[in-house]
């Protein structure tokens, strides 16, 4: 029995890992609630913004990861 979740994307004769669309999607929509963040001066009560970056960017990937690409 095959399984029907995608291991590798294929793009022409290069395959590569589901992984990278996920943390390049992740990045960007990471980016845009950063932005969002900012603009209704939410991270002005928080310590080290760029670290809570990371962790948006991270929760993104297992969201993406969990909802999308389904390992």
Same mark, same amino acid.
């Given at each position: 029995?095959?399984?029907?979740?995608?291991?590798?994307?294929?793009?022409?004769?290069?395959?590569?890992?589901?992984?990278i669309p996920a943390v390049v999607?992740?990045?960007?929509?990471?980016?845009? !609630?950063?932005?969002l963040l900012n603009r209704l001066?939410? !991270?002005?009560?928080?310590?080290?913004?760029?670290y809570l970056f990371l962790a948006?960017?991270?929760?993104?990937?297992?969201?993406?990861?969990?909802?999308?690409?389904?390992?």
């Amino acid at each position: 029995m095959s399984n029907p979740w995608p291991h590798e994307l294929s793009l022409g004769d290069l395959y590569f890992s589901p992984v990278i669309p996920a943390v390049v999607l992740g990045f960007v929509l990471a980016g845009i !609630t950063a932005l969002l963040l900012n603009r209704l001066k939410l !991270t002005r009560w928080l310590y080290a913004p760029s670290y809570l970056f990371l962790a948006i960017w991270a929760l993104w990937i297992l969201l993406i990861d969990r909802l999308w690409i389904h390992f």
